[in-house]
């Protein structure tokens, strides 16, 4: 039998008017005497998991089997924080759910090719329309999408043994009226904030800057905004690929590419073992 190890975490972050802001995991009562009715003005919802699976070649050869044109890739699931489509197996996800943007990041061993297949057609089933000007290489794909519920994005990477699939969908400009309740980046920027979900200090390097993170470290703390912790580092970049490496005192040092385009804002958490976790925030 081949057993995987799943670590996950999740936080809700809501907000009604009359305010009465209740973090996901506990409770509150509105006073008796009130006679406003609470209406959700906000909601955000942020979650990951990785799977520790083993290493060994017949191991992961039983757990993720390359797809062939004849089976193609097959959804485990929605993404459950989502509701988009997810191909299955994965090693890392991470999903954000606001009322500004849906976005996923997953990262899995089957091939780019089998990938691109699969959200071509599960997205096509969902009415969403393909734009022209689609970019698809033998390492990567980035292809815009129209959707009645406003613009969408999917970027493809093929990088070392595995596809990293990076989905948004965003609320139409004229509807978001909560643009206050993130941490915007600068235009034509990129805002990447750090977080460290481990219990041991953290190193991360990206663009040649090297910066330590007390273990502990939240990329949010106000769970009326879901604005940054001030603990949290931050980093502004221009869009593009950067290398990132992250190492803590009992793991090996995890090197990673990521690609990020103007005008979002990303989170980049340590999680078990050192695993670099990326949140697509805005």
Same mark, same amino acid.
């Given at each position: 039998?081949?057993?995987?190890t799943?670590?996950?975490?999740?936080?809700?972050?809501?907000?009604?008017?009359?305010?009465?802001t209740?973090?996901?995991?506990?409770?509150?009562?509105?006073?008796?005497?009130?006679?406003?009715?609470?209406?959700?003005?906000?909601?955000?919802?942020?979650?990951?998991?990785?799977?520790?699976?083993?290493?060994?070649?017949?191991?992961?050869?039983?757990?993720?089997?390359?797809p062939?044109?004849?089976?193609?890739?097959?959804?485990?699931?929605?993404?459950?924080?989502?509701?988009?489509?997810?191909?299955?197996?994965?090693?890392?996800?991470?999903?954000?759910?606001?009322?500004?943007?849906?976005?996923?990041?997953?990262?899995?061993?089957?091939?780019?090719?089998?990938?691109?297949?699969?959200y071509?057609?599960?997205?096509?089933?969902?009415?969403?329309?393909?734009?022209?000007?689609?970019?698809?290489?033998?390492?990567?794909?980035?292809?815009?999408?129209?959707?009645?519920?406003?613009?969408?994005?999917l970027?493809?990477?093929?990088?070392?043994?595995?596809?990293?699939?990076?989905?948004?969908?965003?609320?139409?400009? !004229?509807? *978001?009226? @909560?643009?206050?309740? &993130? +941490?915007? $980046?600068?235009?034509?920027?990129?805002? /990447?904030? =750090?977080?460290?979900?481990?219990?041991?200090?953290?190193?991360?390097?990206?663009?040649?800057?090297?910066?330590?993170?007390?273990?502990?470290?939240?990329?949010?703390?106000?769970?009326?905004?879901?604005?940054?912790?001030?603990?949290?580092?931050?980093?502004?970049?221009?869009?593009?690929?950067?290398?990132?490496?992250?190492?803590?005192?009992?793991?090996?040092?995890q090197?990673?590419?990521?690609?990020? !385009?103007? *005008?979002? @804002?990303?989170?980049? &958490? +340590?999680? $078990?073992?050192?695993?670099?976790?990326? /949140?697509? =925030?805005?």
């Amino acid at each position: 039998m081949i057993n995987c190890t799943y670590h996950r975490s999740s936080k809700t972050i809501s907000q009604s008017t009359p305010i009465f802001t209740t973090p996901s995991d506990t409770t509150s009562t509105i006073p008796s005497g009130s006679r406003d009715t609470p209406r959700s003005i906000y909601v955000d919802v942020m979650s990951w998991a990785v799977a520790d699976c083993p290493q060994n070649y017949i191991a992961r050869r039983l757990l993720c089997a390359t797809p062939s044109d004849a089976a193609p890739v097959q959804a485990a699931d929605d993404d459950p924080v989502t509701g988009l489509p997810r191909p299955k197996p994965w090693l890392v996800t991470t999903a954000k759910n606001s009322t500004f943007i849906k976005a996923f990041h997953v990262e899995t061993p089957l091939d780019l090719a089998g990938v691109l297949r699969f959200y071509r057609h599960e997205l096509s089933k969902r009415g969403w329309s393909e734009n022209r000007g689609a970019v698809v290489e033998p390492g990567g794909a980035v292809i815009a999408f129209t959707t009645s519920d406003g613009p969408a994005l999917l970027r493809l990477t093929h990088q070392d043994d595995r596809t990293i699939v990076d989905l948004s969908l965003r609320e139409p400009a !004229a509807k *978001d009226a @909560t643009k206050d309740a &993130v +941490v915007l $980046p600068m235009p034509g920027q990129v805002r /990447l904030l =750090l977080g460290n979900s481990t219990n041991e200090e953290a190193i991360i390097t990206i663009n040649e800057q090297t910066i330590k993170l007390a273990a502990g470290t939240e990329l949010t703390d106000d769970t009326a905004t879901g604005r940054k912790s001030p603990e949290s580092p931050e980093i502004n970049l221009p869009p593009g690929k950067y290398k990132v490496s992250l190492k803590i005192a009992s793991g090996v040092a995890q090197n990673r590419e990521f690609e990020v !385009a103007a *005008d979002e @804002t990303w989170g980049l &958490v +340590v999680g $078990p073992a050192g695993v670099p976790i990326p /949140l697509h =925030l805005y």
